[in-house]
């Protein structure tokens, strides 16, 4: 169990955080940051998204991750799959560009566990450490310092890991190595967003036979499978509005997609397969960029 009180009371006073990924989730990490007295650097990746308010904020924008890399002594990165974590890393100008004994790598993104222990190994050839830290809990949460973090470290970076993330999170899990923090944030996403597809099918079947679903979320709330993802699920199919689930169809089906890849027999697990395949068929027709609530049209 790790004490985050404990962590919270360590200075940063001189060292600079780098922070690569200003998105909905990025962004709201950068402002607890800076909420509390963080210095910040970070370069736009491939959108300017989030920049903007990230400077107002008093960050400091540079050219490329192996900038920020030169300026930091430890770097966030908060990217939607491995893919841009290997290019932030080893790109051109990438993070590994620059000689710094000693960089700590903190990637909170949801990630391929296996691909991220060979980033791990390659970057720890020039003396730099990584861990995964993925988060649970969303934007709103990550401005408020309120994350949850499932911790895949090495016990010597473990303590400057959680001095960082204490920032941003109200938890942190140490599960063990690299990588594991992010298997157990792809088996709970699994889970999530089964939940989620199971929800939407609930929502039509009740339309179809003349029910209206409001009678099954004030039924739901009073029962044993009450909570507040399906509550929020709900609230948005009755009342629409803007989605309180601001996670994409695409983001999900790259979820399922490395949950699957990690499987010794994947043929074994059918309702992460239906799962998988419920989504897949929404990026098909072009639903990726639009939030779970996008499945209530299917």
Same mark, same amino acid.
């Given at each position: 169990?790790?004490?985050?009180?404990?962590?919270?009371?360590?200075?940063?006073?001189?060292?600079?955080?780098?922070?690569?990924?200003?998105?909905?989730?990025?962004?709201?990490?950068?402002?607890?940051?800076?909420?509390?007295?963080?210095?910040?650097?970070?370069?736009?990746?491939?959108?300017?998204?989030?920049?903007?308010?990230?400077?107002?904020?008093?960050?400091?924008?540079?050219?490329?991750?192996?900038?920020?890399?030169?300026?930091?002594?430890?770097?966030?990165?908060?990217?939607?799959?491995?893919?841009?974590?290997?290019?932030?890393?080893?790109?051109?100008?990438?993070?590994?560009?620059?000689?710094?004994?000693?960089?700590?790598?903190?990637?909170?993104?949801?990630?391929?566990?296996?691909?991220?222990?060979?980033?791990?190994?390659?970057?720890?050839?020039?003396?730099?450490?990584?861990?995964? @830290?993925?988060?649970?809990?969303?934007?709103?949460?990550?401005? &408020? =310092?309120?994350?949850?973090?499932? %911790? /895949?470290?090495?016990? *010597?970076?473990?303590?400057?890991?959680?001095?960082?993330?204490?920032?941003?999170?109200?938890?942190?899990?140490?599960?063990?190595?690299?990588?594991?923090?992010?298997?157990?944030?792809?088996?709970?996403?699994?889970?999530?967003?089964?939940?989620?597809?199971?929800?939407?099918?609930?929502?039509?079947?009740?339309?179809?036979?003349?029910?209206?679903?409001?009678?099954?979320?004030?039924?739901?709330?009073?029962?044993?499978?009450?909570?507040?993802?399906?509550?929020?699920?709900?609230?948005?199919?009755?009342?629409?509005?803007?989605?309180?689930?601001?996670?994409?169809?695409?983001?999900?089906?790259?979820?399922?997609?490395?949950?699957?890849?990690?499987?010794?027999?994947?043929?074994?697990?059918?309702?992460?397969? @239906?799962?998988?395949?419920?989504?897949?068929?929404?990026?098909? &027709? =072009?639903?990726?960029?639009?939030? %779970? /609530?996008?499945?209530? *049209?299917?």
């Amino acid at each position: 169990m790790i004490n985050i009180n404990s962590y919270r009371e360590i200075s940063l006073q001189h060292k600079r955080v780098g922070l690569i990924g200003l998105g909905r989730m990025g962004i709201g990490i950068a402002v607890s940051l800076i909420r509390n007295r963080e210095r910040m650097v970070s370069c736009a990746n491939n959108s300017r998204r989030g920049m903007t308010e990230f400077l107002k904020l008093g960050g400091v924008e540079v050219a490329s991750p192996g900038a920020v890399a030169k300026l930091c002594d430890t770097i966030v990165l908060s990217l939607p799959s491995t893919d841009e974590v290997e290019e932030v890393c080893f790109g051109e100008a990438g993070i590994s560009s620059i000689v710094h004994d000693g960089l700590l790598i903190v990637d909170t993104t949801t990630g391929h566990p296996l691909r991220t222990k060979k980033i791990a190994d390659r970057l720890a050839l020039q003396n730099i450490r990584y861990v995964d @830290a993925p988060l649970t809990r969303g934007p709103i949460e990550a401005r &408020r =310092g309120e994350l949850n973090a499932i %911790l /895949g470290s090495s016990d *010597d970076s473990l303590a400057d890991a959680c001095t960082v993330l204490s920032r941003f999170c109200g938890y942190i899990l140490h599960v063990g190595a690299v990588g594991e923090g992010q298997k157990i944030k792809l088996l709970n996403n699994a889970l999530s967003m089964g939940v989620v597809a199971l929800a939407a099918d609930m929502v039509g079947a009740a339309r179809s036979i003349g029910i209206e679903p409001n009678y099954l979320k004030l039924l739901i709330e009073r029962g044993g499978v009450n909570n507040s993802l399906t509550q929020a699920f709900l609230k948005f199919a009755i009342e629409k509005g803007e989605d309180p689930l601001q996670f994409t169809i695409g983001s999900a089906s790259k979820d399922l997609d490395y949950c699957f890849d990690i499987l010794d027999t994947p043929e074994d697990y059918q309702m992460f397969a @239906a799962a998988r395949e419920v989504y897949f068929a929404s990026v098909l &027709r =072009g639903q990726s960029d639009r939030t %779970l /609530g996008g499945l209530l *049209d299917n």
